[in-house]
C-alpha cells in the first residue's frame, strides 16, 4: 500500500473544495495526506497556484489523497459539505493504510462551527490527541498549512479533468447519502 520510512506517526490531512457547485459538473471535496511535519506548518502563500510546487509536492515520499465527486444535489449546496465529506475521505485512507497512525491533525479551508468539529471529532475518537482547525483566506491569499493548499489546487486541478476518468479513479470515494 503505502512506504512509511517517516520517524514520525501523525497524519497531517488537509481539505478543500472546488468551489464550483452547480457549475459546470458536480462539486469536488479534496483531501491531501502527509507525514512530513513541514506540512502542518501554517504560511503564507500567493494568490495564484503554483502548479510546479503542487507537482514537486506529489512526487515526494509520504504523500496521498482521496476525493469525492458529490453529485448529491442536496449536499453540492450547502457549505458544510467539507466538514460532512471529510470523515469518509480520511477513514478511506485509514481503512488502506497499513502502519500505525497514532495521531491525527485535520485542517480544513473554510469556515468550520463548533458542531461541525465536534462531528468530525466524534469521528476518530480512537485518537486522543486529534487536531481539528480551520483556515480562512484572507483577501485571497492564504495563510494555511501545506496540506490545505495542497488540496486546494488538487480540487481545482479534479475539477477541470475528465468526469469519466474520476469517476473511475481508485481514489474517488463515493459518499452516502
Given at each position: 500500500?503505502?512506504?512509511?520510512g517517516?520517524?514520525?506517526?501523525?497524519?497531517?490531512?488537509?481539505?478543500?473544495?472546488?468551489?464550483?457547485?452547480?457549475?459546470?459538473?458536480?462539486?469536488?471535496?479534496?483531501?491531501?495526506?502527509?507525514?512530513?511535519?513541514?506540512?502542518?506548518?501554517?504560511?503564507?502563500?500567493?494568490?495564484?497556484a503554483?502548479?510546479?510546487?503542487?507537482?514537486?509536492?506529489?512526487?515526494?515520499?509520504?504523500?496521498?489523497?482521496?476525493?469525492?465527486?458529490?453529485?448529491?444535489?442536496?449536499?453540492?449546496?450547502?457549505?458544510?459539505?467539507?466538514?460532512?465529506?471529510?470523515?469518509?475521505?480520511?477513514?478511506?485512507?485509514?481503512?488502506?493504510?497499513?502502519?500505525?497512525?497514532?495521531?491525527?491533525?485535520?485542517?480544513?479551508?473554510?469556515?468550520?462551527?463548533?458542531d461541525?468539529?465536534?462531528?468530525?471529532?466524534?469521528?476518530?475518537?480512537?485518537?486522543?490527541?486529534?487536531?481539528?482547525?480551520n483556515?480562512?483566506?484572507?483577501?485571497?491569499?492564504?495563510?494555511?498549512?501545506?496540506?490545505?493548499?495542497?488540496?486546494?489546487?488538487?480540487?481545482?486541478?479534479?475539477?477541470?479533468?475528465?468526469?469519466?476518468?474520476?469517476?473511475?479513479?481508485?481514489?474517488?470515494?463515493?459518499?452516502?447519502?
Amino acid at each position: 500500500m503505502h512506504k512509511r520510512g517517516l520517524e514520525d506517526n501523525t497524519l497531517i490531512i488537509g481539505l478543500d473544495d472546488s468551489n464550483h457547485a452547480g457549475e459546470r459538473k458536480s462539486e469536488i471535496i479534496a483531501a491531501t495526506f502527509s507525514f512530513v511535519h513541514e506540512d502542518s506548518l501554517v504560511k503564507k502563500f500567493g494568490k495564484r497556484a503554483s502548479y510546479e510546487e503542487f507537482q514537486r509536492w506529489f512526487s515526494t515520499n509520504g504523500v496521498d489523497y482521496r476525493f469525492a465527486i458529490l453529485e448529491n444535489k442536496e449536499l453540492e449546496h450547502v457549505p458544510t459539505n467539507i466538514p460532512h465529506v471529510a470523515p469518509f475521505l480520511i477513514q478511506n485512507f485509514l481503512d488502506n493504510y497499513l502502519f500505525g497512525i497514532e495521531n491525527l491533525k485535520i485542517y480544513l479551508d473554510g469556515l468550520l462551527r463548533k458542531d461541525q468539529k465536534e462531528h468530525i471529532r466524534r469521528n476518530f475518537l480512537e485518537y486522543p490527541n486529534l487536531v481539528v482547525d480551520n483556515f480562512i483566506k484572507n483577501h485571497g491569499i492564504h495563510e494555511c498549512p501545506n496540506v490545505v493548499y495542497m488540496a486546494d489546487i488538487l480540487s481545482h486541478t479534479l475539477y477541470h479533468s475528465d468526469f469519466q476518468s474520476l469517476s473511475e479513479s481508485p481514489k474517488r470515494v463515493i459518499i452516502p447519502c
